[in-house]
């Protein structure tokens, strides 16, 4: 199959939303691609930068895009920007749901962390979830069936911070919320140096459980027009259940994972 520059783009960077997106409407897969990479590039901000100065720099300068793009102005040369100007242009993309997961970015940059479980849900739901509900605009969801949307994308975002966590260590970050890991005797400090220990891997087994648990009552009657943009749930139940098991969820997805998202997508059910 011959991908355009941000297909190809979304799918070296995010498979999992890239297989998700194969499932839109084929007039709707552009602009879905294109929130994919605009998506993966708010991700980054945090991820590169030398200290969290700089991420918030990096997130204003995807804010000035949106803003430039609003102002008729011409597009940023970047593989990501110029593409995103031309979806806002068109009215392909929603920059009032854009803007938002800029916004929702910015506590990746707070120097100690995400303090608070609410806190942390609040994150999920602006930055996963505001995908989701973005995603939704895009294929012509109203603003009540893109909201549903939303606590399925932060399901999604869960499974993917717990299963990241030795990633996240690695880069010497931890997202997982302060008072959950004082409650279990652990600090992002911790994290970042022991990302293997028992503990931790107790509460991430113990936060899988309660996102599943979740889940079960999360409504999932969308449109079958929006389906693309709730696949991605299938992958998050399933990421859920092995950690919760305390099963590691290896990477990158297997025949199984790949096969259950097709099916649902087929189905137009998940």
Not at 33 to 39: K, P, Q, S
Not at 73 to 81: G, I
Not at 172 to 196: Q, T, W, Y
């Amino acid at each position: 199959m011959s991908l355009s520059p941000i297909a190809a783009f979304a799918r070296a960077h995010d498979p999992d939303r890239f297989l998700a997106a194969l499932f839109a409407p084929p007039e709707k897969r552009e602009a879905i691609f294109t929130l994919i990479d605009f998506n993966h590039e708010l991700a980054r901000a945090r991820e590169v930068a030398s200290h969290p100065m700089a991420a918030l720099i990096r997130l204003q300068w995807w804010r000035d895009a949106l803003e430039e793009a609003l102002a008729g102005k011409q597009a940023r040369r970047h593989e990501v920007a110029e593409p995103l100007h031309a979806a806002i242009t068109a009215g392909s993309l929603d920059p009032v749901a854009l803007g938002a997961m800029i916004d929702a970015r910015e506590a990746e940059a707070e120097e100690a962390g995400i303090p608070t479980e609410v806190d942390f849900v609040a994150w999920l739901r602006g930055t996963a979830g505001g995908f989701a509900y973005a995603a939704g605009l895009a294929l012509g969801g109203s603003a009540e069936e893109a909201e549903k949307l939303r606590a399925l994308g932060a399901a999604y975002g869960l499974a993917g911070v717990l299963r990241s966590v030795t990633a996240h260590a690695a880069q010497g970050r931890c997202l997982l919320p302060g008072d959950r890991l004082a409650a279990a005797g652990l600090n992002a400090e911790a994290v970042i140096s022991a990302p293997a220990s028992p503990a931790l891997a107790a509460l991430c087994a113990e936060m899988a459980a309660e996102g599943l648990e979740a889940l079960r009552t999360a409504p999932r009657d969308v449109p079958k027009g929006l389906i693309a943009a709730a696949l991605p749930i299938v992958l998050a139940a399933r990421d859920l259940r092995r950690l919760a098991e305390g099963k590691v969820v290896t990477m990158p997805r297997g025949v199984a994972d790949r096969g259950a998202v097709i099916w649902a997508g087929w189905r137009g059910r998940v």
